[in-house]
């Protein structure tokens, strides 16, 4: 499964990519107001520390200004894929932007209808949101299943990139059922490399080994 970093932090990026965990960046609009900068220059900078796809957010709603900000988006690197979210107009622009071989992450999907319409677009990615749907009383990684099944049953080529990732067992899951790609945020990245008995072991070998003799 390729691991997408879902951030805007420079610092946090830097970190994961010098882990080896990341393939990709997913940023969006809340992400890069908190940088307090614009989100050229952050994903120019991203575009910097990290050789992958990189997703960039287009704010118009309306087909024709998609279309223009997605092309203008693309043309800032090689490694951008426009994000585009998942309504009527954004369907129409993926698929245009598709046929101009232009990347897209279709964002801000929450039911197995909408990934279907977006495959058919040609969308490179989909989107779907765990997270929200936990928090809505709605098991966020039961639509992962069957989005991943309709997409194998038909041989579509939209990757499925689980987002909305709130703790490990989000990313375990993902990984069983068999999504290609997970965008998660810094903190869970950390937390997929932490475990308890690692630290304790590590500190119970480091005091022993206080007890032997120097290598000569
Ligand atoms: C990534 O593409 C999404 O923008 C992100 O995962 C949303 O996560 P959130 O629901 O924690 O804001």
Redesign the pocket.
Known sequence: MKIFI?SADLGEIREAVAMGAVDGC?T?P??IAKTGKSQREIVAQICEILDGPI?AEVLSTKYDEMVVEGRALAKWHKNIVV?IPLIQDGLKAVRTLTQEGIKT?V?LCFSPTQALLAAKAGATYI?P?V??LDDAATEGMDLIEKIVRIYENYGYQTEV?V????HPVHVVQAAEIGAGAC?I?FKVIQQLAYHPLTDSGLAKFLEDAKKTPKNG
Not at 163 to 166: G, K, L, N, T
């Open positions: 879902d997913t969006n809340s992400l997703s994000k992450n964002t989107s949101f997270g929200r990139l987002a909305s990732v709130r965008t945020p």
